[in-house]
């Protein structure tokens, strides 16, 4: 052997493209292929290193000052390449800048503080699945996940009623943002000018309603906490997480229960199952596929030297099928014990709105649990294509009342 052969031999490599079209429509044949190769793969499409390890994940998300993310969470890295949009000032930040602004968005999404929200998504779950039920045959995107979300988190958030549907595009460019420049990007960037106008203006705290969520990080600002700017952009990571990842998720909780009747039965007999089943579900199928880091250093990881600036993409979705860590990860079992999954995240960037999440997707897979007996997939559901984000453009459905 050259030494050249010894060094590719010493560092697994692979030439999967993630993000091509049929990757990201169908991501568990080529996740099981990065796992294969090694715990940290050298990705040669993107001179990247890529892992589909759920220990060498979170050990890389649990060390912010090794594994950073002031050089973008996605792809592009901003020591060299230009962020498409202003860096957000939580996800796209590091301690100690990141810490108050956090703080800050934590205070405001508490779980203690959103309790008072679950009446209200339970009112308004009762009348979807009404509207479900008088239907019958439905869209699961279109008459589910879509309706539901744009209605009750920004009425949570306080935004007025017209043209959220631009929420959506905004999330779908922000989470096409995090993978290569590539064709899916371009495509959904095709009108940002005007989307990406609506979503600032709707950060505007004069456009916000006083006793929504977004006035209260104003508050803050009121308090010196944070600036009005560092408030504006607590708004706009609202506005960015917020909406995209529920309606994938609520589209992968209808195509696992249809898919898996047997379950659905379980949490029919059993509706305080839905919080577990939302969990699994995350696990199983999580809209939130990857993610990257940027090492600050040189630093050795899973045998391997990484100098410093290098960006390492963690796949979330794989890790949360990792065999190493889950006993038959490929079995969709809302009894198992799925909280530890990554779906959002962890370390110091944990999902800031899973509090909203949760509530969201649980008064709304309660309610259905409640009333729906059955879920039927009626057509050809097609997968949503997305760099980041994985789940439903439609999904054919019927439902038959309990
Ligand atoms: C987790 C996440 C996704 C997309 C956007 C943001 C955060 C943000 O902070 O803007």
Request: proline share 6%; net charge negative.
């Amino acid at each position: 052997m050259t030494d050249a052969d010894t060094l590719t031999a010493a560092r697994p490599s692979s030439d999967i493209d993630p993000f091509s079209r049929e990757n990201v429509l169908a991501p568990y044949a080529w996740h099981q292929s990065l796992h294969d190769a090694g715990p940290l793969v050298w990705m040669t499409k993107y001179d990247v290193w890529g892992t589909a390890r759920y220990d060498i994940a979170k050990q890389v998300l649990d060390d912010w000052e090794t594994y950073g993310s002031g050089a973008g969470v996605g792809l592009a890295n901003f020591h060299t390449e230009k962020p498409w949009r202003p860096p957000s000032k939580l996800l796209e930040a590091d301690p100690p800048e990141h810490t108050p602004r956090r703080g800050v968005a934590d205070g405001v999404m508490a779980h203690s503080r959103l309790r008072e929200f679950r009446p209200i998504f339970a009112e308004q779950a009762k009348l979807l699945v009404d509207d479900l039920l008088a239907k019958g045959d439905i869209d699961g995107m279109e008459d589910v996940a879509k309706p539901y979300i744009l209605k009750v988190f920004p009425d949570a958030v306080g935004l007025g009623p017209d043209g959220r549907e631009q929420l959506l595009d905004y999330g779908n460019m922000v989470f096409n943002g995090f993978g290569p420049l590539n064709d899916t990007f371009a495509a959904s960037t095709a009108a940002a000018d005007a989307v990406v106008d609506y979503v600032m203006g709707c950060c505007d705290r004069d456009r916000l309603d006083p006793n929504g969520l977004g006035e209260q990080a104003y508050k803050a600002a009121d308090e010196g906490i944070v600036s009005n700017e560092e408030a504006l952009f607590i708004v706009r990571s609202m506005l960015s997480a917020g909406l995209d990842t529920t309606v994938y998720a609520i589209g992968n909780v209808l195509s696992c229960f249809a898919d898996h009747p047997d379950e659905w039965e379980k949490l029919r007999a059993d509706p305080s199952k839905a919080r577990n089943a939302v969990e699994e579900v995350l696990r199983y199928d999580s809209p939130f596929q990857s993610f990257f880091r940027t090492t600050t250093r040189d630093v050795e990881l899973a045998g391997q030297h990484i100098p410093a600036k290098t960006k390492i993409m963690m796949s979330l979705g794989a890790a949360n099928r990792d065999p190493a860590f889950w006993e038959k990860p490929d079995v969709f079992d809302i009894d198992r014990n799925a909280a530890a999954h990554l779906g959002f995240g962890f370390g110091v960037h944990h999902c800031m709105g899973q509090a909203m999440a949760r509530l969201e997707l649980q008064a709304l897979v309660t309610e259905m649990a409640k009333r729906i007996e059955r879920i039927e997939i009626t057509g050809p559901a097609v997968r949503a294509v997305n760099n980041t984000l994985h789940g439903f453009e439609t999904l054919p459905l019927r439902v038959v009342a309990a």
